[in-house]
């Protein structure tokens, strides 16, 4: 929607980079928003050691997430290589996106500031480079490890019980970070202090050991959206 409302004397191009034949039914509803315009092609999917070469024939690379990030690796790939990043002012993405500095974000769901951000970049002379020059080094993993500190400890106080393995990964939104136990306890803690706000126990029991591997994180303020599976069917309320 984005790409498609910008004046064509832009002469901006959109790549769609995926594996097309994994969710069928998303892919034919970005097909049927991008109809015929010449300016969006549907690249596919590309091997690995490819990386360089793709980014490497991009000006920006767009990050439209609509749920909360950790730490997407593909922004630190497009810094890497040089190029700014516009994406979505949401969590774990605009941690790293710096609005003018790096890169642009734009509003949750909306494709009328998207496509404002985008314009921005052919319309606003030295933008681009601007944004490109505010790209710092890129750490590599073995030297963001290096650089952690321990900022508070947390103890859910379970026992290990038959077979349990902690292996949640922790999400953040806002100032509550979320983990699960590995009997599925979801328990809410002050992001700053490491404090428990809350736990919850939805009482599930596992079939074969004790574990859990993570959680997800929904904005019950925000529209539901649904897609139907195929035309003339309606979405499940």
Request: charged share 25%; glycine share 10%.
């Amino acid at each position: 929607e984005a790409i498609r409302s910008l004046p064509r004397e832009l002469k901006a191009t959109l790549g769609i980079y995926g594996n097309l034949e994994r969710f069928k039914p998303f892919v034919k509803v970005l097909r049927r928003l991008a109809g015929d315009d010449e300016r969006i092609t549907f690249a596919g999917p590309f091997q690995r050691e490819s990386v360089g070469q793709i980014l490497s024939g991009l000006d920006v690379l767009v990050v439209p997430s609509r749920w909360y990030e950790n730490q997407p690796g593909v922004i630190f790939e497009a810094f890497a290589a040089g190029m700014p990043v516009v994406a979505t002012n949401l969590g774990g993405m605009s941690e790293f996106v710096k609005h003018e500095e790096n890169g642009l974000l734009f509003e949750l769901e909306n494709s009328e500031d998207l496509a404002q951000q985008l314009r921005r970049l052919g319309e606003e002379p030295g933008l681009l480079e601007k944004l490109r020059t505010g790209i710092g080094p890129v750490k590599t993993l073995g030297e963001n490890v290096d650089e952690l500190k321990v900022a508070w400890t947390f103890r859910t106080g379970e026992t290990p019980n038959r077979g349990s393995q902690d292996q949640n990964t922790p999400l953040m939104v806002g100032d509550t970070v979320y983990i699960c136990t590995p009997t599925n306890v979801v328990i809410a803690v002050d992001a700053d202090t490491g404090k428990e706000k809350w736990p919850t126990n939805p009482k599930v029991k596992p079939f074969f050991w004790n574990r859990s591997r993570g959680v997800a994180y929904w904005d019950g303020t925000r529209p539901k959206v649904a897609i139907a599976s195929a035309p003339g069917v309606a979405p499940a309320p």
